[in-house]
């Protein structure tokens, strides 16, 4: 069973930046990366990375603003978000997976484990 605490949501004007950070009991899972929830939403993929390679996929609404980066002697996966925008309003969630079809894949049902979320609220 794999535990993922994510942390460092918060209230931002648009055009800031926050960092979310992912802490896992373990990195047993290649694919780890970020999902969001706007409320009467459903969860999507906003950024993931296979932690054995490096290789990461990003929505294509956050490509040049948001970065998604690991270290590993902190079991910690991060999610730099730049230049945020009021539809970047969202709980989002850290997710650990297995690659399926050769890669790591913005889609929810690959990933087994998943966090409590964070929020992350952009004013305008």
């Known amino acids: 069973q794999v535990q993922l605490v994510e942390s460092g949501g918060g209230s931002v004007q648009a055009g800031g930046s926050l960092r979310l950070s992912c802490v896992a009991s373990?990195?047993?899972?290649?694919?780890m990366g970020w999902f969001r929830q706007a409320p009467e939403k459903e969860r999507e993929g906003v950024m993931v990375?296979?932690?054995?390679?490096?290789?990461?996929v990003s929505a294509a609404s956050v490509q040049g603003r948001f970065t998604i980066s690991q270290d590993n002697a902190k079991n910690t996966v991060y999610l730099q978000m730049n230049s945020l925008k009021p539809e970047d309003t969202a709980m989002y969630y850290c997710?650990?997976?297995?690659?399926?079809?050769?890669?790591?894949?913005?889609?929810?049902?690959?990933?087994?484990?998943w966090g409590q979320g964070t929020q992350v609220t952009v004013s305008s």
């Open positions: 373990e990195m047993s899972h290649n694919c």
């Open positions: 990375m296979d932690t054995g390679v490096g290789g990461a």
């Open positions: 997710a650990a997976g297995t690659p399926t079809y050769g890669g790591c894949w913005l889609r929810t049902t690959m990933y087994t484990y």
